[in-house]
């Protein structure tokens, strides 16, 4: 369901950004659960609502390719890094 998420916020970026702005936006099933000022906002308040993996935080940026980071190895943000089970 994450991939369809995730495209239903590749095709609408544009929309946000006019919307919302520089946020991050919790989604779900299509839909906008919350916008936020920074990723541990938007990860703390969302799971207080939807389980673990079953929604997406995006940050909404004018050009997509802003977006893009690139790491070597496996990387989780670090506040995801505190909530992981190993």
Known sequence: MQ????????QNTADFYRQYGPKFLAIKNKGVLGVYGDFNEALDKTLKQEEWG???????????????????????????????IV
Not at 3 to 10: G, I, K, N, S, T
Not at 57 to 84: M, S, T, W
């Open 54 to 84: 079953t929604f997406l935080i995006q940050e909404c940026l004018k050009d997509r390719k802003d977006a893009v980071h690139y790491f070597q190895g496996n990387v989780l943000p670090y506040r995801a890094q505190e909530r992981a």
């Open 3 to 10: 991939d369809q998420d995730y495209e239903y916020f590749l």
